[in-house]
C-alpha cells in the first residue's frame, strides 16, 4: 500500500480546509469515516490517496425531530438507524434497506454519510488492471463487453455500466429529504435526488457535491402514511450479499386503491433511481397483480440489457410487484 497522511481535525468545518480534492484518478485527499469503503479501495489500489482526513467522531449522530422532519446526522452508523424506533415505526423501508446490507460488523462501523457515497461494487473498477471509465477516465468500459451480470440496465451509457451498489439510498429517494452539507463555501443543502448523477460520458463524476464538501446530516419529510413501505431486496445469497435487483415500496391506500405509491429501485441503476413513470401509472389504480406487473413493466420501458444482465428487467419488474405486494399487505401493527 502506498503511504498516506492521516489527520485528525478538531471539527468537520476545519476537515473541509484540510482536505485536499481527490482527483479521478484516486489521488489527492479523501475523508475517512467507517472506511469500510475507502480503505477496502486502498488495498485493492484503486484509491491511492495521499491523506486521509477522519471525520468520523466529527459529524452529528442521531436521529430526531426537527423542523417538522426527521433529522439523521451522517455520523449516525448503519446498526443504529436500522435499529432506531423513528426509522422502523415510521418508516420501515429505511430500517429494511439497511438490515439487508453488509454485515453486523460493517453495519456497526459504516455511517450514513459514507453510505450513500459508497462506490460502484462492478469488478472492472475494482480491478486495476481492466479499463474503467470512472476509475481511469477515457480508458474505456471492459463491462460493456464483459461479464456485465450483476451491472445496470437502466441510467447506462456506452462508457459506463455501474451499478449504484447501496441499498439504503434507494429507499432514502422515496422521500423528500435534503441532503446538510458544510464545504469551503459555507453549508448549504441539496435535494437528495440530485446527489447523484447519470455516468453520461463523465463516469468518474458520481455526485453534485464539490471537492472537500462534507455531508453532515439528512432532513427527511416523511409522510404520515410512510408506516406502509418496505424494502424488497432479491440477491444471490439470502444474507450478505449486494442486491441484484431491489424494490422500495411506500404506499397510501384507501382499502385496495392507491391514492400515491413512490418506488425506488437498486441493483439495476448507475444511480438510486426513481420510477416516477410508474408511479404515476399507480395512482388512483386498484393494486392487482395486473396492475403491479404492468407499473413493473412501464419502470423498465427505457431499460437496456448488456448481455448477460438481460434477465436483470423481467427480474426488476418482478421485484416491483413483490414490493407493491408486501407493502399492501402491512398494517400498523405489522404484517397481515
Ligand atoms: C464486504 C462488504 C459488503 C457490503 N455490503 C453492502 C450491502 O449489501 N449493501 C449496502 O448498501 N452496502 C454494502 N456495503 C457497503 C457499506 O455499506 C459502505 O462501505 C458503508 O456504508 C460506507 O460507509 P463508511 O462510513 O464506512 O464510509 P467510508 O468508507 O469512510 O467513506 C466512503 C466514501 O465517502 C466519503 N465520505 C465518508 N463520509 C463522508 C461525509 N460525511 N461527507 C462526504 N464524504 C464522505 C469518503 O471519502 C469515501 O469516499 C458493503 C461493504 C463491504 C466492505
Keep these: 500500500m502506498k503511504s498516506f497522511a492521516y489527520q485528525k481535525p478538531a471539527s468537520a468545518q476545519a476537515a473541509v480546509g484540510m482536505v485536499d480534492p ?30 486521509l482526513t477522519d471525520v468520523k467522531t466529527l459529524l452529528p449522530a442521531g436521529i430526531e425531530e426537527r423542523d417538522g422532519a426527521l433529522y439523521v446526522g451522517a455520523g449516525t452508523t448503519m446498526a443504529a438507524a436500522a435499529e ?7 418508516a420501515p423501508a429505511l430500517s429494511d434497506a439497511l438490515w439487508k446490507a453488509a454485515s453486523p460488523q460493517l453495519r ?15 469488478p472492472y473498477f475494482r480491478d486495476v488492471a481492466s479499463a474503467c471509465n470512472k476509475r481511469e477516465p477515457g480508458s474505456g468500459c471492459a463491462a460493456t463487453e464483459g461479464v456485465n451480470r450483476l451491472l445496470a440496465v437502466l441510467g447506462t451509457s456506452e462508457d459506463c455500466i455501474a451499478t449504484y451498489a447501496g441499498d439504503w439510498a434507494n429507499a432514502l429517494i422515496l422521500f423528500d429529504t435534503q441532503v446538510e452539507v458544510t464545504g469551503p463555501e459555507g453549508d448549504r443543502t441539496i435535494a437528495f435526488e440530485d446527489l447523484h448523477t447519470l455516468p453520461g460520458d463523465t463516469p468518474a463524476v458520481e455526485t453534485t457535491l464539490g471537492d472537500a464538501d462534507l455531508i453532515t446530516g439528512y432532513l427527511i419529510d416523511l409522510p404520515d402514511w410512510a408506516w406502509r413501505s418496505v424494502y424488497t431486496k432479491v440477491r ?10 431491489s424494490a422500495a415500496v411506500a404506499l397510501d391506500m ?14 439495476v441503476a448507475t444511480v438510486p433511481w426513481r420510477a416516477r413513470a410508474a408511479e404515476d401509472y399507480l395512482a388512483g389504480k386498484t393494486l392487482t397483480e395486473e396492475t403491479g406487473l404492468e407499473a413493473g413493466r412501464i419502470a423498465f420501458a427505457d431499460a437496456r440489457g ?14 416491483i410487484l413483490r414490493g407493491l405486494m408486501e407493502a399492501a399487505a402491512l398494517t400498523r401493527e405489522g404484517t397481515q
Design 84 to 90: 432506531h424506533p423513528a426509522f422502523r415505526d415510521r
Design 254 to 267: 384507501e382499502e385496495d386503491t392507491i391514492r400515491e405509491a413512490r418506488i425506488g429501485l437498486g441493483g
Design 22 to 51: 481527490m482527483s479521478a484518478a484516486g489521488q489527492g485527499g479523501a475523508f475517512l469515516a467507517g472506511g469500510t469503503t475507502v480503505l477496502d479501495l486502498m488495498k485493492l489500489h484503486v484509491l491511492t490517496p495521499d491523506s
Design 236 to 245: 444471490d445469497r439470502e444474507s450478505y450479499a449486494f442486491a441484484v435487483a
Design 306 to 319: 448488456w448481455g448477460h444482465n438481460d434477465f436483470k428487467i423481467p427480474l426488476g419488474q418482478q421485484t
Design 108 to 122: 456497526n462501523v459504516a455511517t450514513l454519510g459514507g453510505n450513500v457515497l459508497q462506490r460502484t461494487r462492478c
